[in-house]
Nanobody, 119 residues
Framework: QVQLVESGGGLVQAGGSLRLSCAAS????????MGWFRQAPGKEREFVAR????????IYADSVKGRFTISRDNAKNTVYLQMNSLKPEDTAIYYC????????????WGLGTQVTVSS
């Protein structure tokens, strides 16, 4: 079983930055593929970014490419989402997710952290 806890959300002005963290329980973090998703009010949850166990071949949604960076620290069992040049349309609840397989559905989810970007 893997438990995920997000932190780092908050209120920021447009153009600002935030760094989200997601701490994972257990000693299998290095075997996990980690992802970030978000859900804005009235919209469906959408993919934001995904890493790999090796840290390479990172994938981003087009809407955040060049502004957001996903990274991990296996020693701290933590994955990060650095968000720069934030826009009001980035306002959403951000969720961390994990799976043990290279492809397929994410099995483990955090409860989310709110990010609000004011114009």
């Amino acid at each position: 079983q893997v438990q995920l806890v997000e932190s780092g959300g908050g209120l920021v002005q447009a153009g600002g930055s935030l760094r989200l963290s997601c701490a994972a329980s257990g000693r299998t973090f290095s075997n996990l593929v980690m992802g970030w998703f978000r859900q804005a009010p009235g919209k469906e949850r959408e993919f934001v970014a995904r890493d790999t166990r090796s840290g390479g071949n990172l994938i981003y949604a087009d809407s955040v490419k060049g502004r957001f960076t996903i990274s991990r620290d296996n020693a701290k069992n933590t994955v990060y989402l650095q968000m720069n040049s934030l826009k009001p349309e980035d306002t959403a609840i951000y969720y961390c997710a994990a799976r043990f397989t290279d492809y397929g559905s994410y099995v483990y989810w955090g409860l989310g952290t709110q990010v609000t970007v004011s114009s």
